[in-house]
């Protein structure tokens, strides 16, 4: 008898994009406390998975899962894209900015010398902002008015507060202080985070 392929149910995969932002907050609220000294005001979401941070061991298949669970949110919005095709685009960007994310190049601690894997997270992170984007833009083309008007809106928060955030992460290549970059870092990443769930929310009221 031929075996049969799992075939996961769409609303599942879309719920996958509701429960990657909740566990992707919960991460970064539980791993904090974890390591002494560490301000989520003033030093950035990378620095919990830097090379010799006491929290990159459980970071890192923590941050792996998160990855995992967008692709298969962006799997998801694929199916339920039908015959749209800028949804069908997006969907294919957020699995793209979520495949990037499986891995990224660890940044060495505060006060050590910059090196190639530093110059590669930051590679990294351009690029995903960059997918990210292109993943907001056309999926705010695919939809309604109501929901273009949104994405438009997160769009400016993310670039504003990226912006924000390498202004001051420049500071870091002079061995300066940093106020408040993990709060305009966290924005940015949040405005995204916000973007997953009610396009997950928007798509499971939607029949297949």
């Known amino acids: 008898m031929q075996g049969r392929a799992v075939v996961m149910p769409r609303r599942f995969l879309l719920w996958c994009g509701i429960v990657s932002s909740l566990f992707y907050v919960a991460i ?48 998801g919005v694929w199916r339920s894209a039908g015959v749209n095709r800028l949804l069908a685009t997006s969907a294919v960007l957020v699995m793209i900015t979520a495949a990037i994310n499986l891995y990224w190049p660890p940044v060495h601690q505060r006060g050590t010398a910059f090196t190639l894997t530093d110059a590669l997270h930051i590679l990294w992170a351009f690029g995903t902002v960059f997918f990210m984007l292109l993943a907001i833009g056309f999926g705010a ?20 507060f990226t912006a924000l955030t390498v202004v001051q992460g420049m500071r870091l290549l002079y061995g300066l202080p940093t106020p408040w970059i993990g709060v305009w870092e966290r924005i940015a990443i949040g405005a995204f985070l916000l973007w997953v769930v009610v396009l997950a929310s928007l798509l499971l009221r939607r029949r297949a």
């Open 28 to 75: 970064n609220s539980l791993l904090p406390p974890l390591y002494p000294g560490y301000s989520v005001v003033d030093q950035t979401v990378s620095e919990l998975f830097a090379i010799g941070a006491p929290t990159r061991a459980a970071w890192v298949p923590l941050g792996g899962a998160y990855a995992a669970m967008v692709i298969a949110f962006g799997w």
């Open 141 to 160: 083309a695919a939809l309604g008015p109501g929901f273009r008007r949104y994405s438009v809106a997160t769009l400016v928060i993310i670039v504003v």
